[in-house]
């Protein structure tokens, strides 16, 4: 079976760290990039970034540049966001997923996991 | 930044009514446009891809269409099951961006 699933939510106090992991399975990790994707309480869902197959290439929202690490380790199907000066406007369940290249250029995320819940609060 | 504009917001339907949701993008993202159905609790899913493209194990009741800045997901006969928040996502350029989501809720 073809799952996602996230670890490492919790509570945090503002300007604290947190790590998140995304293990894979049912899949080939290595041959996807990967996306996070955030939601924030009652609220839609925003785009955090993508990692390239090999972790040579990302691209993230401009509000976590310099905050956020993204990085992903292919022996252990496993994906990582380092959470670092954590604001409070980064409170939101955090997912995982699987992008897939449907036709040439055309990515969609069609496998996620179930999320992980991030707080920050005093 | 692409701006993503989702009508309507929340919309109020019965079953095997037919629906529409439509998604405008600030400029021209061409076809790349994604949708998802996210149901309360649950992680989204993929439902089209490419504006127009069904994803494998989604009913053919939803479809959808457009290109450039304009686009629409509709639903041909709402199922009970159906019943869900719906998202527009664009593909074209960094940073990716989500419309704000229209909720499909039971009259």
């Known amino acids: 079976e073809v799952q996602l699933v996230e670890s490492g939510g919790g509570l945090v106090q503002p300007g604290g760290s947190l790590r998140l992991s995304c293990v894979a399975s049912?899949?080939?990790?290595?041959?996807?990039?990967m996306s996070w994707v955030r939601q924030a309480p009652g609220k839609g869902l925003e785009w955090v970034a993508n990692i390239k197959q090999d972790g040579s290439e990302e691209y993230f929202v401009a509000s976590v540049r310099g905050r956020f690490t993204f990085s992903r380790d292919n022996a252990k199907n496993s994906l990582y966001l380092q959470m670092s000066s954590l604001r409070a406007e980064d409170t939101a369940l955090y997912y995982c997923?699987?992008?897939?290249?449907?036709?040439?250029?055309?990515?969609?995320?069609?496998?996620w996991g179930q999320g992980t819940t991030v707080t920050v609060s005093s | 930044d692409i701006q993503m504009t989702q009508s309507p917001s929340s919309l109020s339907a019965s079953a095997g009514d037919r629906v529409t949701i439509t998604c405008r993008t600030s400029q021209s993202i061409y076809s790349y446009l994604n949708w998802y159905q996210q149901k309360p609790g649950k992680a989204p899913k993929l439902l089209i891809f490419g504006a127009s493209n069904l994803q494998s194990g989604v009913p053919s009741r939803f479809s959808g269409s457009g290109s450039g800045t304009d686009f629409t997901l509709t639903i041909s006969s709402l199922q009970p099951e159906d019943f869900a928040a719906y998202y527009c996502?664009?593909?074209?350029?960094?940073?990716?961006?989500f419309g704000q989501g229209t909720k499909v809720e039971i009259k």
């Open positions: 996502q664009q593909s074209h350029s960094v940073p990716w961006t």
């Open positions: 049912g899949f080939t990790f290595n041959n996807y990039w």
């Open positions: 997923a699987r992008l897939s290249e449907f036709q040439p250029y055309y990515y969609a995320m069609d496998v």
